[in-house]
């Protein structure tokens, strides 16, 4: 049998009002409604380093949301969860754009 492999759902926000409140508001609630869902194997947020403008550095986010799943079905469980459709009801008022990244990570 193979063995399931992991999912990255990486999610970078770029704000309408992109203020540090803001950002902090975001993040914020990220850890409230999208840390500790079953099958995570890694969870992370937290805002762009601003300073790191190499050529290569996307610089077109504010916000930054890092999940590893341990397979798609935990994956495929978190989108239609409600702890993660509420976080997106409360915060996407304030999204101008979230460009979702997913990934077969290891």
């Known amino acids: 049998m193979a063995t ?16 540090e ?4 508001t975001l993040i914020a609630a990220c850890h409230k409604y999208l ?17 790191l403008t190499r050529e290569v550095n996307d610089q077109a986010f504010d916000v930054a949301l890092q999940l590893v799943f341990e397979n798609r079905a935990a994956h ?10 509420q976080f997106i009801a409360e915060n996407k008022g304030n999204w101008k754009q979230a460009r979702v990244f997913d990934a077969y990570v290891g």
């Open 4 to 19: 399931p492999q992991l999912v990255g759902h990486m999610v970078y926000f770029t704000l309408l009002d992109n203020s």
């Open 21 to 24: 409140a803001a950002k902090a």
């Open 35 to 51: 840390k500790g869902h079953p099958g995570t194997t890694f969870y992370a947020a937290g805002p762009r380093v601003a300073d």
């Open 76 to 85: 495929d469980a978190y989108q239609t969860h409600e702890r993660h459709l």
